[in-house]
């Protein structure tokens, strides 16, 4: 009798363009990490964070284009359609633009050093209004990565801005609720998101890293959920 022999099915990269964009971000975030951790990309300031993961980013995607007629691009400071009267530049987009696919990406890297915690928190909902208007627009999907060794920001707050405007581990922001701030420097900023979020910090030694992953409009092709 002939042996039962079992053949597994070749693992390939994601066919769907829209899926294979947010395998791109999930292995280039790992690898970001990863080279942060150990010293490989050396980052003081939001700059490098956003040079360095768009250096991941573009040479990953080349290396996922299967076809002889793909093309990934990526591109920094992108201009954004007016957001609450001003206009925003995104920190990164991806894309292959021959499939009509993209995505947006804001950055954020923040250290006990620089303080303004407050600040940090507010403008860090002000980037998600931002990727969720982009996602309303010309992007498919959008995520916001944030890094930082100071616990302000993975800690729950009694009393001020922290809040309100809340990005502290486990925290859950309910769509459509508004926030305004209320310390001097940011009075001015209203905002209210479409999308409910969970926040939910990794931790690596001394380091606390932050992926808020911003859906598509309703109605709009988004990545396929993984298991």
């Known amino acids: 009798m002939a042996p039962n022999i079992q053949i597994k099915r070749a693992t390939e990269l994601p066919e769907n363009h829209l899926d294979r964009l947010d395998h791109i971000l999930d292995q280039s975030w790992l690898i970001l990490k990863s080279r942060f951790v150990h010293g490989r990309h050396p980052i003081l300031l939001e700059a490098p964070f956003q040079h360095y993961f768009a250096q991941i980013l573009s040479n990953y995607g080349e290396l996922c ?44 890297f923040k250290t006990k050093r620089q303080a303004a915690v407050d600040f940090g928190r ?21 995520r916001f990565y944030m890094i930082t060794d100071s616990t302000g920001y993975v800690r729950a707050s009694k009393v001020g801005v922290g809040t309100v405007f809340a990005l502290h581990h486990g925290h859950r922001y309910v769509a459509n609720t508004p926030l305004q701030a209320a310390c001097v ?43």
């Open 65 to 108: 284009c299967t076809g002889r007629d793909d093309l990934f691009l990526v591109d920094l400071e992108a201009k954004q359609a007016s957001v609450a009267g001003k206009t925003k530049y995104l920190d990164i987009t991806c894309s292959f633009p021959g499939k009509n696919v993209s995505c947006a990406l804001e950055l954020k």
């Open 122 to 142: 507010i403008d860090a909902y002000v980037d998600l209004a931002a990727l969720e208007s982009a996602c309303a627009g010309p992007h498919g999907f959008g």
């Open 185 to 227: 420097g940011r009075e001015h900023v209203n905002v209210t998101l479409s999308n409910s979020y969970e926040f939910r910090w990794e931790q690596i030694g001394t380091w606390y890293f932050l992926e808020v992953r911003v859906p598509p409009m309703r109605g709009q092709l988004q990545p396929t959920p993984t298991s």
